[in-house]
């Protein structure tokens, strides 16, 4: 007689949580339906723009990504993302690598890359255990077709990126020497740096390394680098420009450090680590229009920046 009652409560639980499961997600669908989206495009007619989004370390918020795929969908069905820049600790290893990236890329971002959307990934410190630096390599989803570092323009040379492997770069000539030689070389009106590790930050748990710092700022500086872009950090920030440059961490994806930012840091421009935050650039040829939104839809930062040009280090 027990075990039965025990049986008939368990199946009651479990109606219950699928039940309410559910309602749960009609109401989430609901609300998402109904929230306001736009990005009013800052480029005058007629000229040309590009959009991209930004995220990083969403390997540990697998329970998020529902909301942040469906905020990126929304963006993209707005304004056409020319691509997504993942900013590396990309997936979590459960089971197999190819079962890793099923579950946490193709599954929840299966209506973006339904549409057509284009994701640039990097390697984040995380990404490197057990075989996921290979397969994440070789997914063509992330575009990186074998290279940890690579850069790829978007618009008629509006803007380039350039797409580095943070993990051991001050120990990796060969990509510090490409580096120089590609950013040299590049005709784009914007050059911008997607990296894990931040070069500064206003985040408490992971302070800038400053080997990195001053092995990579004089090439940036030199070459007219004018935004960085990284995560590591589980928050959201976007620094005051730091000798012409502004650096953004995007590293909210997933797993949030809340209570992590130095509020009165000085460098801070703008932050939230309260959230999970997406960050959305439009590109122009005079200015940059950043806007980070939380994955209800929320803005809670919003800048205006303008292209540098290079600058000597050698006075």
């Known amino acids: 007689m027990k075990k039965r009652f025990l049986r008939c409560l368990v199946f ?3 109606v219950v949580g699928f039940v309410f499961g559910v309602i749960e997600s009609d109401r989430f669908s609901a609300e ?8 009013e495009e800052l480029a005058p007619a007629g000229e040309s723009v590009i959009h991209l989004a930004a995220l990083g370390d969403v390997r540990s918020g697998v329970g998020r990504q529902a909301k942040i795929a469906h905020l990126l969908d929304r963006v993209h069905q707005a304004v ?12 979590p290893l459960w089971g197999s690598p190819s079962r890793s990236l099923r579950k946490t890329f193709t599954i929840p971002y299966a209506s973006l890359i339904g549409r057509g959307a284009q994701f ?3 390697l984040g410190n995380h990404d490197l255990r057990r075989g996921m630096k290979e397969h994440q390599l070789y997914f063509p989803q992330y575009n990186m077709n074998g290279r ?6 978007f618009g008629e040379n509006l803007v380039e990126v350039f797409f580095l492997n943070s993990n051991g770069i001050e120990n990796d000539a060969p990509q510090i020497q490409w580096l120089e030689q590609a950013l040299g070389q590049s005709n784009a009106r914007w050059k911008v740096v997607a990296m894990h590790h931040p ?6 748990h992971h302070p800038a390394d400053p080997v990195l710092t001053a092995l990579l700022e004089p090439i940036l500086l030199e070459q007219g680098v004018t935004m960085v872009i990284s995560g590591h950090n589980h928050i959201y920030e976007r620094l005051h420009p730091v000798k012409g440059i502004t650096y953004l961490t995007a590293g909210s994806g997933g797993k949030l450090n809340k209570g992590d930012l130095k509020k009165n840091d000085p460098m801070l421009a703008g932050g939230n680590d309260q959230d999970n935050v997406v960050l959305v650039l439009e590109f ?9 939104y939380t994955a209800d ?3 809670v930062d919003e800048a205006r920046i303008v292209p540098m040009l290079a600058v000597s280090t050698t006075q």
Do not use: H, Q, W
Not at 80 to 91: A, K, P, Q, R, Y
Not at 199 to 204: D, E, F, I, N, S
Not at 284 to 292: E, G, P, T
């Open 12 to 14: 009651f639980m479990i």
């Open 284 to 292: 122009s040829a005079n200015s940059c229009r950043s806007l980070a």
């Open 120 to 122: 640039f990934a990097i």
């Open 199 to 204: 070069l500064y930050t206003a985040a408490k």
């Open 297 to 299: 839809g929320k803005p």
């Open 80 to 91: 056409s993302l020319e691509g997504i820049i993942l900013l590396g600790d990309n997936t």
């Open 32 to 39: 998402s339906s109904v929230a306001e989206f736009e990005i």
């Open 148 to 153: 940890p570092y690579y850069s790829k323009v």
